[in-house]
């Protein structure tokens, strides 16, 4: 049982170049979600969905896309990156009930753009 | 503006002491709490949370209180242990899918 997996580990992008960010999980958790963690900043929604198919905005959505094809996936793409978007991205999953609404954290991708 | 506030960047704690890490949220609407841990160059990983319907939850070393009157969280770890040097988050949600996170609290706990 692997968790929640993410890659690349590390990342350097230039200034307009594209790019997408994986995440996978095995514990068939029907939400996902992406946050990107900035100094001083805490972590902040990025996008979430609550099953394959669905996806929706979270607290900092632009320049950024989702979608969820599959329950196991749920990759980030960068359109166009920005310096702005430097940050270390958390992909984190959860049962989504009232008896377990923690969420489970992959192990981060730090993104550097130049 | 920041709907969950962790007001000490840090904190620095005796081994074999009380840890109380803070944390204040303006939304009444929250219903679900949790608090995580997090070690350098690794993701978040979860330690306890309480629901709204509770003021507190106990698991082991680690307590969770609620004052939702005033708005406000705190963790207790009693006693303090080196290993529980680490960055801690609180979270606070009212859906399963959407938690808003406070900046962090960066406890050391010396031997």
């Known amino acids: 049982n692997a968790g929640v997996t993410q890659t690349p580990k590390f990342q350097v992008l230039k200034t307009g170049q594209s790019m997408t960010l994986q995440c996978a999980q095995d514990?068939?958790?029907?939400?996902m979600s992406w946050y990107r963690q900035d100094p001083g900043m805490g972590l902040r929604l990025i996008h979430y969905?609550?099953?394959?198919?669905?996806?929706d905005q979270g607290e900092v959505p632009n320049g950024y896309n989702v979608s969820r094809s599959t329950t196991e996936d749920f990759p980030l793409r960068l359109l166009s990156a920005a310096p702005s978007q430097t940050s270390v991205y958390f992909c984190?999953?959860?049962?989504?009930?009232?008896?377990?609404?923690?969420?489970?954290f992959g192990p981060g991708t730090r993104l550097t753009v130049t | 503006d920041q709907q969950v506030k962790q007001n000490s960047p840090s904190l620095s704690v005796q081994e074999g002491r009380i840890s109380i890490l803070n944390c204040d949220y303006t939304?009444?609407?929250?219903?679900?709490f949790l608090w995580y841990k997090k070690y350098p160059a690794e993701g978040p990983t979860f330690l306890i949370s309480?629901?709204?319907?509770?003021d507190k939850n106990e698991d082991g070393r680690f307590t969770v209180f609620l004052n939702k009157s005033a708005k406000h969280l705190s963790l207790h770890i009693v006693p303090s242990q080196p290993g529980d040097s680490a960055v801690y988050f609180c979270?606070?949600?009212?859906?399963?899918?959407?938690?808003?996170f406070g900046s962090g609290t960066k406890l050391n706990v010396k031997p």
């Open positions: 984190a999953s959860s049962r989504g009930t009232s008896a377990s609404y923690e969420q489970y």
């Open positions: 514990m068939n958790h029907e939400y």
């Open positions: 969905s609550v099953g394959a198919g669905i996806t």
């Open positions: 939304n009444s609407m929250f219903d679900y």
């Open positions: 309480i629901s709204s319907i509770k």
């Open positions: 979270a606070a949600g009212y859906n399963f899918n959407k938690f808003y």
